[in-house]
């Protein structure tokens, strides 16, 4: 008997076949490890040679050739012309030569291979006669003496020699090398061969031994894989022989025979959770397409009538500020409806539901014959008992701190019990009716107090539009007579009357843009503000921007100047000539307002490089605060400096300029320095954007 008291034949178990095959793979890989090892390890050597002794003393030898070539070079150049500078790249070889010569040797003697130290010991003593016995002196001579026929000859004749013992090297070298690479590539020949041969051969073995064990475990593992396939696949009745096989796959069997048995219970289970779990989804679903109150609460009673397959759902919501009190109930067709719940009714049903949302609780009892309500409950289930229920749900819904209604779940004529998820989901469609019905509340009181805010602006665009007009009759009538008066209509008049009627017809003309601001300003809100676009020369509206504001400028002892481009020069675009006079009669009113006597403002007009017109109105005034920038043009903002100073103004000038200029596709900018002054920038495209 095994440890799990299953009976086990380990002569012919699965674990001793698998491990006599393990064991005979382990053994092959250790012998073809120890082949390819052994080879590794020839090949690492002749490598090792090649790249850490041969090749680096080669490399060095051959740049000391080269470096007595060019010392060489140097100390011929030298005695020919007397030149110093000649002597550089003797100067600059002279310290490594011998160190060269000494580091390739050492590099031989690395691998340990000494076969050519004589000659390298030959060709140092060479290179070092000729730099000591020639070179050295050489370069000690004072530049213009020539070295002495001797001299040269004993020269050349070492430097033939050292070349000769040069070469003498080089070429042992370059034989070893060629050597040592045909004696790898030997190996390489004869090891892939073998090392093939002795992979081919492992894997027959293996093969061989993997046959005759998967014969002995593959057919009865491959009908069980079949019976876990189609368990897999949802044949909930497929079964194994329980009796076929080493023992091993026989337990397998009898695992998968009681894995499907317990598949098929738990599949008779889960398709009637599944069920539930859909049809309470679908009721969650519902209750939230809807914002009506009792449109939720009909849709919840119904649909836990359904889905918990009960005989009776029962909702009912108290007074609450934050939702609408509500019944609702639903019953089988046997059943005759609950009567309306009476005040002490309502005030016990309160009482329970403040309870158990204060607990975080709620109450499942699966037989009311044998539950025993605390004093504190019992008269609730009174009044279940009056109507027959014998199995309840009781769920408090709420928000916050505290409840604001009760949903009770009832069975009638017999017992049942309650599952967790069929609490859970209570819990859960409670909470989904609260949250919904708070949410349709708020959004009820909402569009109620959006209604009234619209009948409020409605009511305030129409009271500023009846004023306006009405206004604008009795002003139309004293300007018509006072400019009668000022034509003299009525006969000459003294010199003080006149200039009293100056400031009367410049109060007039304050209150004439002030009027025409509420009135456009009414039109933008009303959405009545059109654009009557057609030819608009620039420098005209401005010359009648001059001439209206001239008077203004003059009674607040303000210098006002036009800088306009001479003619040739094209400021016409397309937009509406009245509503750009009145874009810029408000700019510089506004900036006669803000500037205070003695200073001035200068008005300014030219076409840019994006074929658009920019005018800047700039003036020396009390300027405005940085952080009030953002909100300048708000509709009647003013700056704090201005309301401080009680300089009049209703604070729309700005915020219908800049409607006016980004209908005509613009826009404006501020630059202001307080106490300094303020420039306001419009710039105006041709054709405007969107007209």
């Known amino acids: 008997m095994s440890s799990h008291g299953l009976p086990r034949d380990a002569r012919d178990g699965v674990g001793t076949r698998l491990r006599r095959l393990v064991f005979s793979m382990l053994a092959l890989l250790v012998l073809l490890g120890a082949a390819g090892a052994g080879a590794v390890h020839i090949a690492a050597g002749q490598v090792d040679k090649l790249s850490n002794g041969y090749t680096p003393a080669n490399d060095l030898h051959s740049t000391v050739l080269t470096l007595m070539l060019d010392s060489e070079t140097a100390v011929r150049g030298y005695l020919i012309t007397g030149d110093a500078a000649f002597l550089q790249p003797y100067q600059n070889a ?20 000494h076969s050519l130290d004589p000659a390298l010991a030959s060709e140092r003593r060479l290179a070092q006669q000729w730099l000591t016995t020639y070179a050295d002196p050489v370069a000690a001579q004072r530049s213009g003496t020539p070295a002495s026929r001797a001299q040269q000859q004993a020269g050349k004749h070492l430097f033939d020699q050292f070349r000769a013992a040069n070469s003498t090297v080089a070429n042992r070298l370059d034989a070893k090398r060629s050597e040592l690479r045909a004696q790898s590539n030997r190996l390489r020949s004869m090891a892939m061969p073998l090392l093939v041969l002795a992979t081919v051969v492992a894997m027959i073995i293996v093969a061989t031994l993997a046959y005759r064990t998967s014969r002995s475990i593959s057919r009865p593992l491959l009908r069980l894989r079949s019976i876990v396939g189609r368990l897999d696949r949802g ?40 069920q539930f779990r859909q049809r309470t989804r679908l009721v969650s679903a519902t209750i939230r397409r809807t914002t009506n109150g009792a449109q939720m609460a009909e849709h919840l009673v119904r649909g836990l009538g359904n889905a918990f397959e009960v005989d009776r759902v029962w909702l009912h919501t108290f007074a609450d500020e934050r939702v609408p009190r509500l019944t609702a109930q639903w019953h089988r067709d046997a059943l005759r409806p609950m009567p309306a719940a009476s005040e002490p009714q309502v005030e016990m049903v309160r009482e329970l539901a403040a309870r158990l949302w204060q607990s975080g609780q709620i109450i499942a009892i699966d037989s009311h014959r044998t539950y025993e309500p605390t004093s504190a409950g019992r008269q609730p289930f009174d009044l279940a008992h009056a109507i027959g229920a014998s199995a309840s749900i009781v769920v408090p819904i709420g928000d916050s701190d505290t409840a604001f209604g009760l949903l009770w779940v009832a069975m009638h004529g017999h017992s049942r019990h309650w599952t967790l998820t069929e609490t859970g989901i209570a819990q859960h469609l409670a909470a989904d009716l609260a949250h919904s019905l708070v949410q349709a509340h708020v959004i009820e009181r909402q569009a109620q107090a959006v209604q009234l805010l619209r009948e409020l602006d409605q009511a305030k665009a129409d009271f500023i539009s009846t004023v306006s007009h009405e206004l604008r009759t009795p002003l ?60 608009v020369d620039i420098r005209t509206v401005l010359r009648i921007v001059q001439t209206a504001m001239a008077p203004m400028a003059v009674a607040g002892d303000v210098k006002l100047k036009f800088e306009l481009p001479p003619p040739e020069v094209d400021l016409m675009l397309e937009g509406d000539p009245h509503q750009l006079e009145q874009v810029f009669t408000n700019l510089v009113s506004n900036a006669i307002k803000f500037t205070p006597g003695g200073g001035a403002i200068t008005v300014s007009a030219m076409p840019d490089e994006t074929d658009a017109v920019i005018v800047e109105v700039s003036d020396t005034g009390i300027g405005i605060p940085a952080a009030e920038f953002e909100n300048l043009f708000q509709r009647f903002f003013r700056a704090s400096n201005a309301s401080a100073a009680a300089l009049p103004g209703t604070g729309l000038g700005l915020a219908i300029v800049r409607e006016i200029v980004q209908r005509h596709g613009g826009a404006i900018d501020v630059e202001s320095e307080l106490g300094a002054g303020t420039t306001l920038t419009v710039w105006l495209p041709k054709p405007p954007a969107g007209v």
Do not use: C, F, W
């Open 476 to 535: 139309t009538s004293i300007s018509g007579y006072l400019e009668m008066l000022q034509d003299g209509d009525a006969g000459r008049l003294p010199d003080q009357a006149t200039d009293m009627l100056a400031v009367i017809d410049r109060n007039a003309t304050r209150l004439r843009n002030l009027i025409e601001d509420l009135l456009t300003q009414s039109r933008i809100d009303a959405g009545r503000l059109r654009l009557d676009v057609t030819e």
């Open 235 to 274: 044949d909930l009745t497929a079964q194994t022989d329980e009796h076929d096989g080493p023992s091993e796959v026989r337990a397998l069997a009898r695992a998968v025979n009681a894995l499907g048995r317990h598949a098929r219970a738990e599949a008779a289970e889960d398709r009637d959770i599944e």
């Open 94 to 113: 002279h310290d490594q030569i011998l160190p060269m010569l000494d580091a390739a040797k050492s590099s031989l003697a690395g691998i340990d291979a």
